[in-house]
């Protein structure tokens, strides 16, 4: 027999409703409070918080609310609060009730300014140990990789900082009354971007009077925005994007993310290698051996810097342009005890000048070159055929030598699945790639979260256990990626000259 219809018929009490018993077992967010002490903030901001006056909301909570926003990748920590009556899971995880006070939402972003990275970044280093402890970070093999992230700005309000400060100029000597200072000649540079931004001696446009003062850190000339000060402007993939940088450090063995280091998105990725790298040894513990990363960071520097600590590195560096039907650069043999290049027809090229753009150049003798049989085929000049090497080219002949080609594909694929794997997983989980907060700071506050979230995802999913068939996988992974050492030659007929292993004993 068919029911009746259902109807709503509100109580006015509840009697027996339990949190406990209406969050199923199996849920996420238990296994995250079994495995995460967020208390461990109370002592860490006592200092921040005065002894008398209102209460405030227990730091706990607050870092729990925080958490909740990226881990559910909410929009605002307006709409957190606002959906929070509804989600009994997420009043279970606060250790809520149904009739608990929601807190306003100007709570969280007063406690988030006034604590600064420093909490989010021993929240992260907390998590990070748990997965050391649990055995889910190798530390000797890695991969470093940055991404850009919009910032929350408008970039129709960019201005130039020189201009802003104009303006400011003008209005203050107008707001004391004071006489104007005769103004710069027509030919001045500062004279032509003051006048075509601050109009008229004396007067200051209303539409510009009150646009802020740019801070002292922006150089004048930089395009500065007002809304977000410390963002700065930078080109991806041809596209213009205001905003800031991610630089991390991914863990080969499971993806965990053991550095997280916030910049500019004007700085370049090699200049932040060593600090990424510094920062993962710190707070690890663990020695880096094998670095891997793309061509961006494929410099000079970088080179010495990683021959210098004893790695052997998988970077590429941009390949040098040549033209397939001439000679190529490999058939030029470099003697480096007279300094000098060889050509295929067995002449000399010498080092002229001195270093430029951090290259040498090599070149022979213009009538040389015009008495040489294969010129078609070396050189389209109408002079001679020149070379450039750096002036650490030793430096990239090792990088490029210190692993076999098949290990080096084998690296890349590696980067490709840890660390463009965890910054897809961050933009697709938990809105990496929009900015909900402002700044520098916030902006580290934002990544360091999204970091601290993706390891205890992982930490809560193989618990104090290695991932199943990781040690397989492990050993083969390391057979293929062991340190190639230079072959012996082997004379014909001489079988105990063949390439010695380390315990000593030949390899038949």
């Known amino acids: 027999m068919m029911g009746p219809p259902q109807s ?6 509840y009697v027996g409703v339990n949190l406990e018993q209406r969050v199923d077992p199996d849920h996420p967010l238990r296994k ?25 909301l227990d730091p706990a909570l607050v870092l729990k609310l925080l958490f909740l926003l990226f881990y559910e990748n909410i929009s605002s920590e307006r709409q957190l609060l606002r959906q929070l009556p509804q989600r009994l899971d997420w009043l279970w995880f606060l250790e809520m009730d149904l009739d608990s006070p929601i807190p306003d939402h100007s709570v969280l972003s007063k406690a988030r300014r006034r604590w600064g990275p420093k909490v989010f970044t021993d929240f992260f280093k907390q998590i990070l140990r748990q997965c ?115 630089h991390r450090v991914v863990d080969d063995q499971c993806g965990i993310i053991t550095a997280s280091l916030t910049t500019a998105a004007t700085v370049a990725e090699a200049s932040m290698l060593q600090r990424a790298m510094d920062t993962h040894e710190e707070n ?22 990683l021959q210098a600590r004893g790695c052997l590195p998988c970077i590429p560096h941009p390949a040098v342009r040549e033209d397939k039907s001439k000679f190529p650069r490999s058939l030029f043999i470099y003697d480096p005890r007279q300094d000098v290049y060889r050509c295929p027809a067995g002449q000399t090229l010498h080092r002229r000048g001195v270093a430029f753009d951090g290259r040498y150049r090599y070149q022979t003798q213009g009538r040389i070159c015009e008495a040489c049989s ?20 030793e430096a990239i002949d090792w990088a490029d030598h210190c692993l076999s080609q098949a290990q080096r594909r084998i690296r890349m694929r590696r980067r490709k699945i840890r660390a463009e794997g965890s910054f897809a997983d961050a933009s697709n989980r938990h809105g990496y790639k929009r900015a909900r907060w402002r700044g520098l700071a916030g902006m580290t506050n934002q990544n360091l979260l999204i970091a601290s979230i993706q390891n205890v995802r992982k930490l809560v999913r193989y618990g104090h256990r290695r991932p199943p068939g990781s040690a397989r996988r492990l050993a083969t992974y390391a057979s293929a990626l062991s340190p190639i050492t230079p072959k012996r030659h082997r004379w014909p007929g001489d079988r105990h000259r063949n390439h010695i292993q380390n315990n000593g004993q030949c390899k038949r």
């Open 8 to 13: 709503r018929n509100p109580k006015l009490f």
């Open 32 to 56: 995250i409070a079994a495995a995460v002490d967020f208390g461990f903030v109370r002592p860490l901001v006592a200092d921040l918080y005065g002894v008398r006056g209102n209460p405030s």
């Open 132 to 246: 050391v402890q649990a055995g889910l970070v190798d530390g000797a093999r890695v991969h470093v990789d940055g991404s850009v992230i919009a910032a929350n700005a408008d970039q129709d309000k960019l201005t130039l900082a020189l201009e802003l400060v104009g303006q400011e100029f003008y209005g203050k000597l107008e707001a004391d009354g004071q006489p104007l200072a005769p103004a710069p000649s027509p030919e001045s540079p500062a004279s032509s971007a003051v006048s075509s931004s601050s109009g008229p001696p004396g007067q200051t446009p209303p539409e510009t009077s009150s646009m802020p003062v740019p801070p002292a850190l922006v150089p004048p000339g930089t395009l500065y925005c007002p809304t977000d000060p410390e963002a700065r402007l930078t080109q991806k993939g041809g596209v213009n994007i205001l905003g800031y940088k991610d």
């Open 284 to 305: 690890t513990g663990l020695r880096i051996v094998e670095p891997t990363a793309d061509r961006g960071y494929g410099t000079v520097e970088v080179y010495r810097m």
């Open 374 to 393: 294969v010129r078609g085929q070396c050189t389209a000049s109408s002079t001679v055929r020149v070379l450039s090497r750096q002036v650490h080219q």
